[in-house]
């Protein structure tokens, strides 16, 4: 059985993408663990990581999804193992039982999860498996990470078998090919950028910022692209650029019945966000209601609310087929010999 860890120096590099491109471009059966989990949802009382859920979905996994994580609170975890390596050990060898092929999401940079032993390199190590670099950025930030990577790799006598850029840019490559070359570390291949991924479910957001849906619950599955915080009055922000702007979500006070009224009138906009615990009169809900449009009640100000939905990072759900579809078909060029070989 071959196995990898999915790793990256930086946040946000996009393993979950590398690692589902990955997944779409093999046979046989695969396998899929996320020992430290980063991006939680309580479904059917359980804790349980987006990302789990999405591999579990994909590749048709069938043992519990609870398994796939360890946890995701570092406290939480030291309580509920004695022996954090004992218990990732244990996991991965009644998931990968069956498996031809296994992956290995690591955590989310270098060093998250260090203390555990549940860092990338870490969990390579204690599992045996090698590693898969993901670079994103410039080319300086992905020159610096894979000398990083590197050193940490030698540290814990663990095999980089491959890198994947995402988001590649093509003026970057010749320079991190060639880094890539000194380092004697394959370049499996490149992923494009892709605008689909960047666009986010009402029902998301809804669920990361714990939000009352007051009105327009059968529009949760429309799609986020844009973002406007509505702080003017009415009359000002219908004239604002953004406003224009298609598929938006709309951030409000709850009592700004002028801004909530000519945001329902407009059909770009996907949902509200009403900011301060407080829900408009029942003849909006009604105008939300018949228009589809969501309104999402939260407590925070709008500025914080606008802080929140900033650090909303856009994921792959489950039922998102035009995402994954894209990441398949972006990913068919990679050349993952490297990986069979090894």
Same mark, same amino acid.
């Given at each position: 059985?071959?196995?990898? &860890?999915?790793a990256?120096v930086?946040?946000?590099?996009?393993?979950?993408?590398?690692?589902?491109?990955?997944?779409?471009?093999l046979?046989?059966?695969?396998?899929?663990?996320?020992?430290?989990?980063?991006?939680?949802?309580?479904?059917?009382?359980?804790?349980?990581?987006?990302?789990a859920a999405?591999?579990r979905?994909?590749?048709?996994?069938?043992?519990p999804?609870?398994?796939?994580?360890?946890?995701?609170?570092?406290s939480?975890?030291?309580?509920?193992?004695?022996?954090?390596? %004992?218990?990732?050990?244990a996991?991965?060898?009644t998931?990968?039982?069956?498996?031809?092929?296994?992956?290995?999401?690591?955590?989310?940079?270098?060093?998250?999860?260090?203390?555990?032993?549940?860092?990338?390199?870490s969990?390579?190590?204690?599992?045996?498996?090698?590693?898969?670099?993901?670079?994103?950025g410039?080319p300086?930030?992905?020159?610096?990470?894979?000398?990083?990577? %590197?050193?940490?790799?030698?540290?814990?006598?663990v095999?980089i078998?491959?890198? =994947?850029?995402?988001?590649?840019?093509?003026?970057?490559?010749?320079?991190?090919?060639?880094?890539?070359?000194?380092?004697?570390?394959?370049?499996?291949?490149?992923l494009?950028?892709?605008p689909?991924?960047?666009?986010?479910?009402?029902?998301?957001?809804?669920?990361?910022?714990?939000?009352?849906?007051?009105?327009?619950?059968?529009?949760?599955?429309?799609?986020?692209?844009?973002?406007l915080?509505?702080?003017?009055?009415?009359?000002?922000?219908?004239?604002?650029?953004?406003?224009?702007?298609?598929?938006?979500?709309?951030i409000?006070?709850?009592?700004?019945?002028d801004?909530?009224t000519?945001?329902l009138s407009?059909?770009?906009?996907s949902?509200?966000?009403?900011?301060?615990?407080i829900?408009?009169?029942?003849?909006?809900?009604?105008?939300?209601?018949k228009?589809?449009?969501?309104?999402?009640?939260?407590?925070?100000?709008?500025?914080?609310?606008?802080?929140? &939905?900033?650090?909303?990072?856009?994921?792959?759900?489950?039922?998102?087929?035009?995402?994954?579809?894209?990441?398949?078909k972006?990913? =068919?060029?990679?050349?993952? %010999?490297?990986?069979?070989?090894?």
């Amino acid at each position: 059985m071959n196995k990898i &860890v999915i790793a990256s120096v930086m946040p946000k590099a996009g393993k979950t993408t590398v690692a589902l491109g990955i997944a779409t471009q093999l046979s046989g059966s695969i396998g899929y663990m996320k020992p430290l989990g980063d991006n939680q949802i309580y479904k059917k009382k359980r804790l349980v990581d987006y990302d789990a859920a999405l591999f579990r979905q994909t590749f048709s996994i069938e043992e519990p999804i609870e398994d796939f994580t360890l946890g995701f609170h570092h406290s939480k975890i030291m309580h509920a193992f004695p022996d954090v390596k %004992q218990e990732l050990e244990a996991r991965f060898n009644t998931l990968s039982g069956d498996k031809d092929f296994f992956i290995v999401e690591g955590s989310e940079d270098l060093l998250h999860g260090r203390s555990l032993g549940l860092d990338s390199f870490s969990v390579a190590s204690h599992l045996h498996a090698g590693v898969v670099l993901v670079l994103s950025g410039d080319p300086y930030d992905m020159m610096d990470s894979l000398d990083m990577a %590197q050193t940490v790799a030698a540290h814990h006598d663990v095999s980089i078998r491959g890198a =994947v850029i995402d988001k590649a840019r093509d003026d970057d490559l010749d320079k991190i090919e060639k880094t890539l070359q000194a380092h004697r570390i394959p370049l499996l291949g490149t992923l494009p950028y892709l605008p689909a991924l960047d666009v986010m479910r009402v029902r998301y957001v809804s669920d990361k910022l714990f939000a009352r849906v007051v009105a327009g619950k059968d529009g949760l599955d429309k799609p986020i692209k844009n973002i406007l915080i509505a702080a003017l009055s009415a009359n000002q922000i219908i004239r604002h650029p953004d406003f224009k702007k298609e598929d938006k979500l709309i951030i409000t006070g709850g009592d700004r019945t002028d801004v909530i009224t000519a945001s329902l009138s407009d059909a770009n906009t996907s949902c509200i966000i009403l900011t301060n615990n407080i829900v408009p009169p029942s003849n909006i809900l009604a105008k939300a209601d018949k228009g589809n449009i969501p309104l999402l009640s939260i407590r925070p100000d709008t500025f914080t609310a606008a802080k929140k &939905v900033e650090d909303i990072e856009s994921i792959i759900l489950p039922d998102e087929t035009d995402k994954i579809e894209a990441i398949k078909k972006a990913a =068919v060029g990679l050349d993952l %010999q490297a990986l069979h070989q090894a």
